[in-house]
């Protein structure tokens, strides 16, 4: 094996973003599309899984999330495959809903990442920045640390500043990892290479929802991060924040 092959080899990455539980959002359809789906996240390196649905699921069917997340780890805890998997959700961030979003949090009816502080945030497409900051900022009122979900999929953050204030202010900042490669909007693409470049990003995810539908390929991503960051902080962004946020319980 050349030196290439073997840097590829080396590589691996914990996903902190994915819909992986089958039946209880718009990701797997089922327990079969959900084990395909760690199968082939294995084979690209993937170590440790989030499953984070939306908030949906637990406001609507808490205990079905909770057996199907159960069932999908005592499948995974009878392979061979050397993976952990571990719950979190996709928390819904509304302006005109940030104290009933919190009042969720505090009940635990939303999970946070592996039971930590931290809290994978998803805002509107079209969030302004201003109301960005607002809820972010009453989520660290509260002690929970916001993990923005995709940044680079809202537009109206990258307008010179208000990105670089939430790092500031204690935000950390999530990218899907096909967003670096295989994106087709290059605004996306784009706004995710700035973000890495400028070391900007803590986590990758791969957002994957269905094998139809963004499967869980990080490959191209991962490949891009390593091609052009320094060995420290690639490590860091594929799998050294996120092993840190496993034992900060």
Known sequence: MDKKGRNMAQRRMIDIHMHLIPGVDDGAYDRSMAETMLVMAHMQGVRAIFATPHSSAFFYGHARVQEQFQALRSWLDA?????????????????????????????????TLNGARYVLTEFQTGVLPADAVRMTGRLLEEGWIPVV????????????????????????????????????????????????????????????????????DVRTGLDYVYATCGRAYADAVAFGNAQKLLLCR
Do not use: K, W
């Open 79 to 111: 392979t061979p495959l050397d993976m952990g998997l571990y719950l979190g959700c996709e928390v819904r961030c509304l302006p005109d809903g940030m104290e009933s979003t919190l009042t969720a949090l505090r009940q635990g009816i939303l999970p």
């Open 149 to 216: 979900a995709h940044v680079e999929r809202y537009p109206a953050l990258f307008d010179g500043h208000t990105v670089r204030e939430l790092t500031e202010r204690g935000c950390l900042m999530q990218i899907n990892a096909y967003s670096l490669e295989g994106e087709s909007n290059e605004g996306i693409t784009g706004a995710a290479r700035g973000l890495l470049h400028e070391g900007l990003v803590t986590f990758l995810g791969s957002d994957a929802h269905r094998m139809d539908h963004r499967p869980p």
